[in-house]
């Protein structure tokens, strides 16, 4: 199995090193139960401990695993959604502007559980022309 991740990673793993890491990293923190490890039981182990300089491969290996999403849907949707509204904006707008729309498009849900008075009030109060 450590020799299909590091192949996954091609380069960025040392597959002897990761071995003996992940073999003291169980050693030092067993399980209450005689189960496979979760990922999160990992991440708790090797955050809550004081061993973090001696398991430098484990945590690239976590590091990897939290920053590569498992689908490509999230951003497949975001440039979707970029699309509409380029193409409905025009493309006379700045880039600035973009993003801040994409962004407010993209997590519409959050977006409509703001308080608008109270982002109202915050935005006259912040100047006196306003």
Request: glycine share 2%; proline share 2%; with cysteine.
């Amino acid at each position: 199995m450590v020799e299909f991740v590091v192949n996954h990673y091609q380069g960025d793993l040392d597959a002897y090193r990761l071995a003996a890491q992940l073999t003291s990293l169980v050693f030092l923190h067993q399980p209450e139960e005689a189960q496979a490890h979760k990922i999160q039981d990992i991440i708790q182990a090797v955050a809550s401990s004081s061993v973090k300089a001696m398991l430098p491969q484990v945590l690239k290996l976590l590091s990897l695993y939290l920053v590569c999403p498992a689908t490509t849907a999230t951003a497949e949707r975001t440039f979707s959604e970029l699309r509409r509204l380029k193409t409905y904006l025009h493309s006379t707008m700045g880039q600035r502007r973009l993003n801040s729309l994409t962004i407010l498009s993209t997590y519409r849900d959050e977006v409509d559980k703001l308080d608008l008075d109270k982002l109202l009030r915050v935005f006259v109060c912040g100047n006196e022309m306003r």
